[in-house]
């Protein structure tokens, strides 16, 4: 180009000048108001006394969901903390909090709606407005819902919880769809179906302030927890402060088994037989606590005595002595008697488990044993023992909705799990493949990567990237990655930084916390909360919804919800962030609570002679009082609903009300649903095929989460990748040196999926056998941070820091060679039964 | 959008004795004069629990964001180190920092530590320290300094880049700061550190690795009041040796509690000039 | 006196309109009707003396066609994913200290307050940030239409005090970073258009440049601007 002179210059003008003239820029301006110093005299040297305004709201990198207060300066966030009036974490938050700000600010962040215009996966992008999003969404759904299939809209979450959980569903309902997918079978479902069955409800907190004795299965919990914050300094407080025994038994030397006064390594999947062989010995030796025997089902027999009872454990557990356990397990006997005689001993305990122990198949069942080990040394809802958690009840408005129809795709294959109460997401892509029980027309998903967090990740895209079996896809989210790059249209959503929820994640002290998020910036670009989304869909579609938008929905909530309503409502929240009763205590032993007998002869009130509970059944599936009779409580569909209370010994109680499955209100061990599925009646130790077929050559493959990243949402946050981008398999000496490897070598990881490549890291704190391999990295697309360049192409270098990104390795992703496969009791999705071979690269 | 008042966060008693009272976050910060208050001068320093340490990073983050640090470099770091042979093995999570010393090992009475005592621009013009009960108190400015309450600082305007002071540092704790010039030799880089949250200590708020320690694995205090916790943690503990390397004799002001008598076999002397992080956290 | 000040009227209004049209061609993907004014044959005509091409079939493609084009190719460049070019002053201007550098860091606000401080505040309905490349344009437009305005008005005062201003945001602001960000344009654009278009911008704020600093410091010729 020539350089401007004035001539040129002002020729370029008048052609500007007309183009401008004739109306031909029709976008909006940026800028309103007209310029007005002269007047005013004002300066413009920048300002220098910057004030720091400080905004409670809440966390979301991970489903704890701490307590925040944000720093904001200038309308620019520039630092989180912990929210110090939190009773549930103290002030304090982890790595991943404290780079929230990494997930507002990130360089690739998708800040604006857009349409694919090429294929899929051919990563060619158009912007388009949120109204012409909205409509071609709506222009989607509107003819499924006036067809009378609205089910075939499908929408699947990763992370959804309390009132963002709420909005979506109430909207869902509002349009016609139960066909609602979630992701808990890949993180711990099979825990709460177990839990289900036994105590009803789902969550257990453990009672550290005031427990003596700790035992830990399977759970990196000072690192990596769905509750972390709050338990892991409860933890440490009682194991330093008050000298409470820690045992943690894992394949990996963990830095919660780290602390611990020992680390008990322990073979792939055999947590509950070790479990079930502490229960032997406390049951031989006469160690058990009779208290909670009275509210446990232990036979069949529902009126069976104390000591038949105790009698009936005996028996189950009989065949696993300490000595079949250390067999298989490689526990030593003599720690497995040691262990069972001080725990039992010690005034109270928790037995702790997470995913080690139940991603697995029959985990479930391993849950059941961690059960019956807290329930024979009375260590369940007692103080310093194993409890259900408790979070905060607030109430929401609804929206009215018509009769939701459903796809059967968010359940599994037929007959392929027995109780999927929290759903089997990791069946969903490959229900959709068969379709078999429908497909839907539309997919739409937010906060969640399907490709990437399921296994069989080559699989997952091949499906999605099918427009005859996927016709039509929308994705909200903030990152473009391995799913949203494959939809058909993106939207922009709102980090949590920016937008409205009340939050209910449990509280660690068993008093329920009431706590609140809201936005600390204006939401950047055009990126808009998935809740205020719904609305602009509902206007398109014609649905009343009995909220205006996500904020209305919040503050309605805070009006509407005892006490948060008397402390001042959403203004209050606004100001303060968290509330709770200062009179509320821990509710220990609710269980034995009476039943008054009025509540016994309400309308609709029947006895079950054969389960003991007394049930409403006008709350069931059954049309008449002599149909719930005749086909009785256990086998009426959702006559839990119903329950009022359970007969023990002649009294009616509270028991353990169920809120899933048909049980009754026992703390069920011998479980009648279990047995009609043909699962195993009473909790047992069931090898788990692949590894009962193991080749000697092969090797268990574990996976395993660090402090620093959530599984899929925070690699592209620069601090947390700049301190874990590579994950190297951990591996025994002794099992490197039977390959010939050496830390550090290239290593070939492969079965019948297919195969990754890695390095090994040897070392002491694996047991031999394993190799284990981190989540979280081995990114295709999240940001230039996740997989190393702006996704899909390198791009420019725009982000100054990305300069100082000095790390060029960006790991692996195992889940290329892990089965989607769920547990045959609960769905869960088995991580940990993976077998493979490795050699050297 | 709706601004915190002051008022509706519950505070926390943390930096006692010197005379302020903090709260838990930093931009509620009001310093209150407490009348009883030690006329003493604040000696800062940190008692690091590592019974307490889980290794979770939210330290390393923290001072990342609190002090704008660009990636390639740390200020705090948590090393980590597995020790034993399976099945008996172990691991120490390890905090490492500024230790704030206080002398050196060929002249204990200097009262300065190695890398103020190699710096070319110290000791250099007086300053003044204003004690929290406004007690001023004349010390000599330098590039590295140490302040009357202990702190070990970088003055970036002094500096002149010529690394002596990385050099000195037998912890490897210093590094050049590529973004931020040498005052007095702008070619040249300045360097930089833990300051130990000065801006917020002198506003009575807690450094920000300390805020977020889950395990409360870090405490900041004075030593100079004896009801302080850190004084009250050497104190019991018997801390005095407890610190990296002494028989640097750099007397430094971050202890460690360790029964376990892991940290000479954990620690592992830094690299000059370089606070390396990732390799340890294949072991996190 | 009177020729200068309606030259320097002249002037202002001027540059105000190429201001105009570049804050128009950042701000969003072109219209049909935007298309057709810049295919006009005046326009043509000052894009050939430049000795500029938009695409050798840009004339004779069909607007409607050139618009579908136009808008994957500005989603490729700035909105993403592709290259995309941060098309903001804070993440491409050079700082001593990269973290300066953040989307939304210190500088955007330093955009953000220069702007404001001039009465000027931003739509509700603006998504883009503060230091957006098309909202500092507009921003230059908008002192020079007031520029014009005041020569018009004979308040020579106020007008010389515009063109302080409007130097100084281009020395602390729009100058620092605009011909770099038109580099990478020129480098990764796959349509002459945005090339074309970057290159006048480039050429453009230099001459600015030349030309405030010029009347600014007193020199050049009797109007002030260089010819």
Redesign the interface.
């Known amino acids: 180009m020539k350089s401007l002179n004035r001539r040129n210059f002002m020729s370029l003008s008048a052609a500007s000048g007309a183009v401008l003239a004739a109306g031909a820029v029709d976008s909006r301006p940026a800028l309103a108001g007209s310029v007005t110093f002269a007047k005013g005299g004002r300066d413009f040297s920048p300002v220098t006394g910057r004030e720091r305004k400080a905004i409670p709201t809440a966390c979301w990198q991970c489903v704890t969901r701490d307590s925040l207060i944000g720093f904001v300066e200038d309308g620019r966030l520039v630092k989180l903390e912990g929210h110090p009036e939190s009773i549930r974490t103290n002030g304090v938050i982890c790595a991943k909090g404290q780079a929230g700000v990494n997930q507002v600010y990130f360089p690739d962040r998708i800040l604006h709606p857009l349409r694919r215009v090429g294929k899929r996966g051919e990563h060619k992008w158009k912007r388009i407005s949120w109204d012409e999003a909205l409509d071609e969404i709506a222009a989607r759904l509107k003819p499924l819902r006036d067809a009378g299939t609205p089910e075939k809209f499908m929408f699947q979450y990763g992370r959804m919880k309390a009132s963002q959980s709420k909005v979506m569903s109430d909207f869902m309902a509002a349009y016609g769809t139960k066909t609602i997918g979630n992701h808990t079978s890949i993180c711990e479902g099979g825990k709460w179906t177990s839990q289900e069955l036994m105590w009803g409800g789902h969550y257990d907190n453990w009672d550290f302030d005031k427990t003596d004795f700790v035992l830990i299965f399977g759970s990196n919990m000072l690192n990596t927890h769905t509750n972390h914050i709050p338990v892991a300094q409860k933890l440490i407080e009682a194991h330093v402060g008050r000298k409470v025994p820690v045992y943690v038994f894992d394949v990996r030397l963990t830095n919660t088994a780290a602390h611990a006064d020992e680390w008990i390594p322990i073979n792939v999947g055999k947590d509950g037989l070790v479990a079930l062989s502490m229960v032997n010995v406390i049951m031989n030796e006469g160690l058990y606590k009779k208290d909670l025997f009275k509210f446990m089902k232990v036979s069949a027999d529902r009126k069976a005595s104390m000591d038949e009872k105790i009698a009936a454990v005996k028996e189950q557990v009989a065949k696993f002595t300490p000595e079949f356990a250390e067999k298989e397990s490689m526990v030593p006997a003599g720690k497995i008697r040691d262990l069972a005689r001080r725990f039992a001993k010690s005034k109270s305990g928790v037995v702790v488990s997470y995913r080690g122990t139940i991603a697995h198949q029959h985990g479930a069942d391993q849950e059941r044993a961690m059960m019956l080990l807290a329930a024979v040394t009375g260590n369940v809802n007692s103080p310093g023992g194993r409890c259900q958690g408790v979070g905060a009840g607030w109430k929401s408005p609804k929206s009215k909705h018509p009769k939701a129809r459903a796809l059967d795709i968010n359940h599994g294959f037929p007959g392929q799990v027995a109780y999927p109460t929290h759903k089997v997401s990791n069946q969903v892509l490959k229900m959709i493949k068969d379709g078999r029980n429908g497909r839907p027309e539309v997919y739409m998903w937010a906060c969640y990567n399907p490709v990437y967090v399921n296994g069989e990740v080559n699989e997952n895209r091949e499906i999605m990237m099918d427009e005859s079996i996927m016709p039509f896809l929308v994705c909200s989210t903030i990152v473009y990655d391995e799913s949203s790059s494959l939809a058909d249209i993106i939207v922009p959503d709102v980090t949590y930084l920016e937008r409205w929820d009340w939050e209910d994640m449990v509280s660690p002290t068993q008093v329920a916390e009431y706590y609140f998020r809201q936005p600390l910036i204006k939401p950047l670009g055009e990126s808009r909360d998935f809740g205020d989304m719904c609305v602009g869909l509902a206007k398109r579609l014609g649905i009343e919804l009995a909220w205006k938008d996500k904020e209305d929905f919040v503050r309605q909530s805070c009006e509407m919800t005892p006490g948060v309503k008397e402390a001042g409502g959403f203004e209050y929240m606004k100001k303060h962030g968290v509330w709770h009763d200062k009179n509320a205590n821990p509710d220990y032993l609710a269980f034995e609570t009476r039943i008054p007998a009025s509540a016994l002869e309400a309308d609709g009130v029947i006895f079950d002679e054969a389960s003991g509970v007394y049930w409403n059944w006008h709350e069931s599936k059954a049309k008449t009082e002599a149909e719930a009779k005749t086909v009785g409580y256990q086998n009426t569909p959702k006559s839990y609903k119903g329950f009022v209370g359970q007969e023990v010994d002649g009294e009616v109680y509270r028991g353990f009300k169920p809120d899933a499955v048909n049980k009754s209100g026992f703390l069920e061990f011998y479980s009648e649903l279990m047995k009609a599925k043909g699962m195993p009646v009473f909790p047992t130790y069931t090898p788990i095929p692949e590894h009962v077929e193991m080749a000697p050559d092969e090797l268990h493959l574990t996976t395993y989460k660090v402090a620093v990243h959530t599984h899929s949402r925070t690699s592209h946050c620069k601090w947390l990748s700049e301190i874990y981008h590579d994950n190297p398999g951990w591996m025994n000496p002794k099992t490197a040196a039977e390959r010939g490897l050496k830390d550090g070598d290239v290593i070939r990881v492969h079965n019948k999926l297919g195969g990754i490549t890695t390095n090994v890291h040897v070392t002491e704190g694996i047991i031999p056998g394993v190799i284990a391999i981190s989540y979280h990295v081995g990114r295709e697309h999240s940001g230039r941070y996740g997989s190393g360049s702006p996704s899909p192409i390198p791009g420019v270098a725009d982000d100054p820091d990305f300069n100082n990104k000095w790390w060029d390795k960006h790991g692996v992703h195992p889940n290329a060679i892990i089965a989607s496969s769920p547990d045959e009791i609960s769905g869960q999705q088995r991580w940990m039964d993976t077998v493979v071979r490795v050699e050297k690269a | 959008m709706t601004e915190m008042t002051k008022s509706t966060i519950g505070r926390r008693q943390v930096l006692k004795g010197a005379g302020v009272v903090a709260a838990g976050t930093a931009a509620l910060a009001t310093p209150v004069k407490q009348a009883e208050a030690a006329k003493k001068v604040p000696r800062w320093a940190m008692v690091m629990d590592l019974r307490r340490c889980i290794g979770c990073s939210a330290c390393t983050v923290a001072c990342k964001a609190e002090n704008n640090v660009s990636l390639g470099r740390f200020r705090t770091v948590i090393q980590h180190k597995m020790i034993g042979t399976f099945p008996n093995v172990t691991k120490v999570n390890l905090p490492l920092m500024c230790n704030h010393c206080t002398s050196n090992k060929e002249d204990a009475s200097a009262k300065v530590p190695p890398c103020v005592k190699i710096c070319p621009e110290y000791p250099g013009e007086r300053q003044t320290y204003v004690t929290p009960e406004g007690k001023k108190i004349r010390y000599r400015g330098g590039a590295t300094y140490r302040r009357p309450d202990g702190l070990i600082l970088v003055d970036v305007e002094k500096c002149i880049g010529c690394g002596k002071c990385i050099d000195g540092c037998p912890y490897g704790v210093r590094s050049f700061d590529p973004f931020t010039k040498a005052g007095k030799k702008p070619e040249k880089q300045a360097v930089d550190k833990c300051d130990f949250c000065k801006h917020r200590i002198d506003n009575g708020v807690e450094p920000a690795c300390v805020n977020t320690c889950q395990g409360r694995a870090r405490i900041f205090g004075d030593l100079n009041d004896p009801e302080s916790e850190v004084a009250k943690l050497v104190k019991e503990h018997n801390l005095e040796k407890s610190v990296l390397l002494p028989e640097e004799k750099t007397n430094p002001h971050v202890f460690y509690i360790d029964p376990d008598n892991l940290l000479k076999t954990a620690y592992r002397q830094r690299e000059k000039g370089k606070l390396d992080h990732y390799v340890d956290t294949l072991d996190g | 006196m009177a020729t200068a000040r309606k030259d320097m009227a002249e002037t202002a209004?001027?540059?105000s309109?190429?201001y105009?049209?570049?804050?128009?061609v950042f701000?969003?993907?072109p219209?049909a009707?935007?298309l057709?004014?810049?295919k006009?044959s005046?326009?043509a005509?000052?894009l050939e003396?430049?000795?500029?091409s938009l695409g050798d079939d840009f004339q004779d493609t069909p607007c409607d066609q050139l618009v579908?084009g136009l808008?994957?190719e500005?989603?490729?460049l700035f909105?993403?994913?592709?290259?995309?070019?941060?098309p903001h002053e804070s993440?491409?201007i050079?700082?001593?200290?990269?973290?300066?550098?953040?989307?939304?860091?210190?500088q955007?606000?330093?955009v953000?307050?220069?702007?404001e401080?001039?009465?000027?505040?931003?739509?509700?309905?603006?998504?883009?940030?503060p230091d957006?490349v098309?909202?500092e344009l507009?921003?230059m437009q908008?002192?020079a239409t007031?520029e014009a305005e005041a020569w018009e008005e004979r308040n020579e005062e106020?007008a010389t005090?515009?063109l302080k201003?409007e130097e100084?945001f281009l020395d602390e602001h729009l100058s620092l970073w605009i011909s770099r960000f038109c580099d990478?344009v020129i480098e990764?654009s796959e349509h002459p258009f945005y090339q074309g278009f970057a290159?006048?911008t480039k050429?453009?704020l230099?001459?600015e440049g030349k030309s405030l600093q010029a009347f600014n410091s007193g020199t050049g010729n009797g109007r002030g601007?260089?010819?």
């Open positions: 209004a001027s540059r309109n190429v105009g049209l570049l804050a128009a701000r969003a993907e219209s009707a935007f057709a004014q810049v006009s005046e326009f005509n000052v003396s430049l000795d500029l579908e808008a994957v500005y989603t490729r909105i993403g994913p592709g290259p995309r070019i941060s993440t491409n050079e700082f001593e200290n990269p973290m300066e550098g953040t989307l939304w860091g210190p955007t606000v330093k953000k307050k220069f702007i401080a001039a009465g000027l505040a931003y739509d509700e309905l603006f998504d883009g940030m957006h098309s909202a507009e921003f908008r002192l007031k106020f005090n515009i201003i100084r990478k990764h290159e006048v050429g453009f230099e001459y601007f260089p010819d």
